[in-house]
């Protein structure tokens, strides 16, 4: 049975059967995001559980899918699957509250000083800001990368795609509204970095290239890359919260 004919019965009769099969047809595309995401978090999570993550987001995928819509399989389940291991790293709580206590410190030291600058301050002014060397604050920023992917990663998969909210049977008018203005002003915020950040976020989560490949087009080191998407980052959460969006959204 061709796939076509697996999801026209599948949508008609519901068949634990057909959607086994159909899970066996999509795992690679399971194992491809799980793979990515690895690159992502190194070890500081184990593959084995990425996949099992994943899995349980093309299985709801597969659920709640509607063949009726004009949205392809394939780019439905690579959000769900990435959704699901984002909430599932979530619950973990791996990230100590001493890195979340630095990046909400960084943040709000750039904030401040954007306000005071009228510009993107240095790192040297953020250091100074916060009393801390210039070698503590990269430091940090480095440290809090990986926190920071995870967040970027939960706001766009789970807040601001709006492919997702037209697959959802009861998603109100507003809901959809809300997530495409979210969605608008999160591409908005790309104005107020520099260019070095833009490339480092465009080839990161568009051309999803790891820290190295980057680094290699750049010609920086991957610590570097990491400080300045880090950097980045904060900059984009700050425009959120300038603009009216509830940082709860972005943790």
């Known amino acids: 049975m061709d796939i076509d004919s697996l999801w026209t019965k599948y949508a008609k009769t519901g068949d634990k059967e057909v959607k086994k099969l159909l ?25 084995e559980d990425l996949l099992g993550y994943g899995i349980l987001g093309l299985i709801d995928s597969i659920e709640k899918y509607d063949v009726t819509k004009n949205i392809k399989f394939e780019t439905y389940a690579q959000i769900r699957i990435k959704g699901a291991i984002i909430d599932n790293i979530r619950k973990l709580d791996w990230i100590p509250r001493s890195l ?40 940090t920023l480095s440290d809090i990368s990986t926190f ?23 998603a109100r008018p507003e809901e959809i509204y809300e997530n495409k203005e979210l969605k608008e002003i999160l591409i908005e915020s790309l104005n107020i970095l520099t260019e070095n950040e833009r490339l480092v976020i465009s080839l990161y989560y568009y051309e999803e290239l790891t820290y190295k490949e980057i680094g290699h087009i750049m ?33």
């Open 100 to 139: 979340r206590k630095k990046s909400k410190e960084i943040q709000n030291a750039i904030y401040q000083l954007e306000n005071k600058l009228g510009r993107t301050p240095t790192n040297e002014e953020i250091a100074n800001f916060l009393s801390i060397s210039i070698r503590e604050l990269e430091s």
């Open 148 to 170: 920071n992917i995870a967040s970027l990663e939960e706001i766009i998969l789970s807040n601001g795609d709006f492919s997702t909210s037209l697959q959802q049977e009861n």
């Open 23 to 47: 899970i066996e047809n999509y795992i690679d595309l399971v194992k491809i995001v799980s793979g990515r995401m690895y690159n992502f978090y190194g070890s500081k999570i184990e593959y």
């Open 219 to 251: 010609e920086l080191s991957e610590s570097r890359i990491s400080q300045i998407h880090s950097k980045a980052i904060l900059k984009m959460k700050n425009y959120l919260k300038k603009k009216g969006f509830d940082e709860n959204l972005w943790r």
